[in-house]
């Protein structure tokens, strides 16, 4: 078993739609969670980080953390042709931000 | 702005050479990690330093070095770069505590012929 997994996608959404990512980890010690995303050819740019139970909101991203269910995922509204990307989960297991990162969704927003 | 930069885009190199690969960070910060990402495994971490002079094996550390001698400089070695070593690399750096923003490099491509 992955330390953390993702569905590998596509995940095609129409425009304006929501897209939902999930992403699961192993380690119940885990503090610390990231979204990030990396476009095509780009190095990965932090959306959301989360760390306590329950939902947490950015403009047009909302995470949500489960940690007694041990995942994370990440809820898009009113998804844009620009939200393309692949779409990585990240966990600190301890103190020292080292993080382990899920193979990535790759989601296409189709116009 | 925090600002990571990386020495080259886009690297070829032969079997057998030493390759070095550069990162510069610009936020003064302690944390400096090394990952390569390949198709279908995401990004693995490499090595990673804490502070100057020191260094931590991360997940894949086989066949290659690091080095840190001044804080904002993180040098990844591969003492004889072989063809699995074909992949992206990337650097990225974070301030020290837990729950840290990692922020990235733009990423060098290796290609190892």
């Known amino acids: 078993q992955k330390e953390v997994e993702q569905n590998s996608g596509p995940l095609s959404v129409p425009e304006g739609a929501i897209a939902s990512l999930n992403c699961t980890y192993s380690?119940?010690?885990?503090?610390?969670f990231f979204w990030y995303r990396q476009y095509s050819g780009k190095s990965p740019e932090l959306i959301m980080s989360?760390?306590?139970?329950g939902d947490k909101e950015d403009g047009r991203f909302t995470a949500q953390l489960n940690k007694a269910s041990q995942y994370v995922s990440l809820l898009i509204r009113d998804s844009q042709p620009s939200d393309s990307a692949t779409y990585l989960c990240?966990?600190?297991?301890?103190?020292?931000?080292?993080?382990?990162f899920g193979g990535g969704t790759r989601v296409l927003v189709k116009p | 702005d925090v600002k990571v930069t990386q020495s080259s885009r886009y690297l070829v190199k032969r079997t057998g050479e030493k390759v070095f690969l550069e990162c510069v960070q610009d936020?003064?910060?302690?944390?400096m990690f090394w990952y390569r990402q390949d198709p279908g495994l995401g990004l693995r971490l490499i090595y990673f330093?804490?502070?100057?002079?020191?260094?931590e094996k991360g997940d894949i550390p086989e066949g290659y070095s690091v080095s840190r001698e001044k804080k904002e400089r993180f040098s990844l070695i591969l003492e004889s770069a072989s063809t699995n070593q074909t992949s992206m690399y990337l650097c990225?750096?974070?301030?020290?505590?837990?729950?840290?923003?990692?922020?990235f490099g733009p990423g060098t491509r290796l290609l190892v012929l």
């Open positions: 990225a750096s974070s301030s020290p505590g837990q729950g840290r923003t990692q922020y």
């Open positions: 380690d119940r010690g885990s503090q610390s």
């Open positions: 989360i760390y306590s139970n």
């Open positions: 990240a966990v600190e297991k301890a103190a020292g931000n080292k993080l382990t």
């Open positions: 936020m003064d910060h302690e944390n």
């Open positions: 330093s804490y502070d100057v002079k020191m260094k």
